[in-house]
């Protein structure tokens, strides 16, 4: 082979190998480059509910009331009060056990050594949902008690006085039906700007015991239905107040998310529906 046709073939090599080593930079360059721009989704903790939880049982703590309790277990009141025997004015106190199972209902049970405040659910409550989260446990608040059962007069099929929008501002999260994903809509807006309530009522909750929802209010309206209304920087009614259909009940705030807005859920007993099917048309 003459020299030049051996000079030839070694500069064919080399640079078939210079190519060889540039496509794996590339390749490595873009792995990189793919990696640096994925981001991870933030995950709503009120869009983690569960199904309505049918075993265990939960002890009573202050600041719980029967209407949290079966907001947060996914349970109608209604039917949660008559699986422990609770009677009006739906009384319930720290230390008392509610059943979530098909255990004896005779008379309201109380556990021994009520004196601490501490939480304690015994026999942990589990849901029907196989992707449902753990039951959460909710921060030590002002005792209070459940309204008197009466003090909203009971509608069949409707809240008292309509609906409304609760605030306004951009619809920036849908319902949805499936187990895992949001259970109302979300409202963006500005940092303190009025939370309405969006139907005649009486307040059946006013905390920040249910994690996930922030400072939140629920709004009973009938036998049938409540309303909740979360994530408030501060909020303008108590437990047992009487609101009226457009009434200021808090600010929207950013409390328990990751930023400014309401987080609106309408349940037909005890059951999550979709608010836009009962909202005027904007």
């Given amino acids: 082979m003459s020299l030049t046709a051996t000079l030839c073939q070694r ?11 540039a496509i794996a930079v590339c390749s490595l360059l873009a792995a ?11 995950v709503d903790r009120n869009a983690q509910q569960r199904s309505a939880v049918t075993s265990g049982q939960y002890l ?8 949290s309790i ?13 699986r422990n025997n609770i009677s ?8 008392q056990i509610i059943r979530f199972d098909g255990g004896s209902t005779s008379a309201p049970s109380v556990a021994k050594n009520t004196t601490s405040v501490a939480p304690v659910v015994v026999n942990k409550p589990t849901s029907t949902s196989a992707t449902a989260s753990k039951p959460t446990t909710p921060t030590v608040t002002t005792p209070s008690q459940p309204p008197v059962s009466g003090g909203t007069p009971a509608v069949a099929g409707g809240a008292p006085g309509g609906w409304i929008w609760p605030t306004n501002g951009t619809l920036i999260g849908r319902f949805a039906s499936n187990g895992s994903l949001n259970k109302g809509i979300d409202i963006g807006g500005q940092l303190g700007q009025p939370v309405l ?3 005649n009522g009486t307040v ?16 009973k309206h009938s036998d049938t239905y409540v309303s909740a209304y979360g994530h408030n920087r501060r909020l303008l009614v ?10 200021n009940i808090a600010e929207m705030g950013s409390t328990g998310t990751d930023r400014v807005k309401l987080h609106f859920e309408i349940r037909r007993q005890g059951k999550p529906v979709d608010p836009l099917q009962y909202l005027p048309s904007r």
């Fill in 32 to 42: 990189c480059s793919s990696t640096s721009r994925s981001t991870t989704t933030v």
């Fill in 204 to 219: 059946v909750y006013a905390g920040s015991g249910l994690r996930g929802y922030g400072e939140l209010v629920i709004i």
């Fill in 11 to 21: 500069n064919w090599i080399t640079g078939l190998g210079h190519v060889v080593m």
């Fill in 197 to 199: 309530a969006a139907s």
């Fill in 88 to 95: 009006a004015p739906y009384t319930i106190r720290p230390g």
């Fill in 70 to 82: 079966a907001f947060r277990y996914g349970w109608d009141w209604k039917a949660l009060a008559a």
């Fill in 60 to 67: 009573v703590r202050r600041g719980d009331t029967l209407y």
């Fill in 238 to 247: 108590r437990e047992g107040q009487q609101v009226k259909v457009g009434q």
